[in-house]
């Protein structure tokens, strides 16, 4: 109760009463707003001050329009105001956890900012160094590949961070390129480990400062650490509720454990947020995550009342409006295909996945999801033709992504196709073809990680895999599939009840009891009369009670 009341007040305060910033003596906006403490000392007179501590919040909550303007204001203010030239530079590589290639258009845009703070000049070397470093991102881009600026960005602000051991900022803002920085290979998590006792030992002195919070939550965003983010999650809607991201992004963390209600109250509150500034992509980003929250915890008929919604939502989306916030045009295309397949393919309503119509989208990886899920809902109707279609559709994705060096979504793109293929020879019996190319596709998804823009995978492959055992009679080998999701995507619904229903026809009652009852646990909050699923786990459980 005290949660839900809490969740109430806050919106109260979205929707009808803004807070006082904590800020320093801020010019007025167009509403009173909290952001968090910031302090980002510059050679700039005081009302530029002003407006670049401001612009540095939002910053640091990847509100990078809002942003932009606020350093744009300090320009206005003080026109030898070099370093608000800095913060556009940065504002224009937007998010920097996004995995995808940035536009010519866009890597052109920063560059002009870099070039024209130079030119303006910035007062202190100090200053000249942060121009330096965000400089790295747009270096040579026609030449020099994105990993590798993104390398140079990392080292540059680590020398940044050194040669001004008492700028708090700098020391964040290479933490940060550290964490975005992370191989999604490379399972030993150096530098997200690194970046976050940075940020931690920061945290704890200043409790008030957004980005502290925000980029603990980044860091830990792998299912090996995200427990270590629980506080910075539970305090950053609380430090910075007028940035709509910031409402949002403790839900990184609570999917990560599997706290479904918290997930869900906080992009009720996110999307409010949203909808209030704006931020359209930034609302269905959250929407997708609101929905996978939804499923995982039985509640399908908010569920199938968030998908109704989306067409309205949809409507007021533009891929041109402008990198805004944390969510670009992409996660906007992404939330778009990912909520009704996820709708279908998370219930079992095959027949409905294998009809869901594509979108027009210049994301290849998007338009990906909704192959994935006509071929897994085909293969498993029986379909095979339809799940071999599906399957060469999503061939022909992943060669675009690959002409485009999009290494990391091609990758994802080709695990769906190996996903489709091994239930398309399933249902064209051939199980020997199926498994092997089950466990290729397992294998290929245990070896990355899934990016910021998706709380999970549509269909994770080791569960497929379980499903695909069940129905060969390895119930068995099936458990070991489901439990190894689970330690991956806690309080998974399908992995549950696979768990649950695996151990029990392999002859083992009491972690079918002990599954059934975290199922039923996880999905308190679930419709009543509830999923088939639920009814099973409570049938199971009565002779207990």
């Not at 400089?135 to 140079?152: P, V």
């Not at 079918?512 to 975290?518: D, E, H, V």
Request: charged share 20%.
């Amino acid at each position: 109760m005290a949660l839900v009341r809490r969740v109430k007040g806050l919106l109260l305060f979205l929707l009808l009463a803004p807070m006082v910033t904590a800020q320093q003596p801020l010019p007025t906006p167009s509403h009173q707003e909290k952001l968090g403490t910031v302090n980002f000392a510059t050679t700039c007179n005081a009302a530029a001050q002003g407006q670049i501590n401001r612009a540095v919040a939002l910053l640091h909550s990847f509100q990078f329009g809002p942003a932009t303007a606020g350093f744009q204001a300090a320009l206005a203010g003080d026109p030898g105001c070099g370093i608000a030239y800095w913060g556009i530079a940065l504002a224009r590589w937007t998010n920097p956890f996004s995995a995808s290639m940035r536009p010519v258009a866009q890597l052109q845009l920063g560059l002009d900012a870099v070039e024209q703070g130079k030119k303006v000049g910035a007062g202190s070397k100090r200053e000249r160094a942060y121009l330096d470093a965000v400089g790295q991102l747009y270096a040579n881009y026609a030449t020099t590949d994105q990993r590798s600026r993104i390398l140079s960005y990392e080292k540059a602000m680590a020398g940044v961070a050194a040669e001004y051991p008492d700028d708090k900022e700098a020391t964040i803002f290479y933490a940060l390129a550290m964490a975005s920085a992370a191989d999604p290979a490379d399972k030993t998590y150096a530098r997200q480990l690194k970046a976050g006792e940075i940020l931690e030992k920061l945290f704890a002195e200043q409790p008030d400062h957004p980005g502290l919070a925000h980029y603990i939550i980044h860091a830990y965003d792998v299912p090996a650490l995200a427990p270590r983010a629980i506080e910075a999650a539970r305090r950053y809607s609380e430090i910075a509720p007028s940035a709509p991201h910031a409402l949002h992004m403790p839900s990184h963390t609570f999917t990560r454990v599997g706290y479904w209600q918290d997930s869900i109250n906080s992009n009720i509150l996110a999307a409010a947020a949203a909808r209030r500034e704006g931020q359209t992509t930034e609302e269905l980003h959250s929407m997708d995550y609101r929905m996978y929250a939804y499923l995982q915890s039985g509640q399908d008929t908010a569920a199938r009342q968030l998908l109704d919604a989306l067409p309205e939502v949809a409507l007021r989306f533009s891929a041109n409006q402008g990198p805004s916030s944390a969510a670009n045009a992409s996660a906007g295309y992404f939330a778009m295909a990912a909520i009704p397949a996820r709708y279908a393919l998370e219930r079992g309503a095959w027949a409905d996945a294998a009809k869901l119509p594509a979108q027009k989208s210049e994301y290849p990886h998007t338009v990906a999801i909704t192959y994935f899920a006509r071929g897994l809902g085909a293969a498993r109707s029986g379909d095979a033709n339809g799940a071999r279609a599906a399957a060469k559709s999503l061939q022909q994705l992943h060669d675009r992504l690959l002409e485009a060096k999009e290494g990391y979504w091609a990758l994802q793109v080709e695990i769906q196709r190996q996903d489709v293929e091994a239930w398309a020879a399933l249902a064209e019996g051939h199980p020997e073809e199926a498994l092997r190319e089950m466990k290729a596709a397992a294998a290929m998804e245990d070896g990355t990680e899934k990016n910021a823009v998706t709380p999970g995978p549509i269909a994770p492959a080791r569960e497929l895999l379980g499903e695909m055992l069940l129905q060969l009679k390895h119930p068995d080998l099936a458990l070991v599939e489901f439990e190894s999701t689970l330690k991956k995507e806690p309080n998974r619904f399908r992995s549950l009840y696979g768990a649950a229903h695996a151990a029990q026809l392999a002859g083992n009652p009491g972690a079918s009891l002990r599954y059934f009852g975290q199922l039923l646990k996880t999905c308190e909050h679930a419709d009543q009369p509830p999923r088939e699923e639920l009814a099973e786990a409570q049938r199971a459980q009565a002779p207990l009670h």
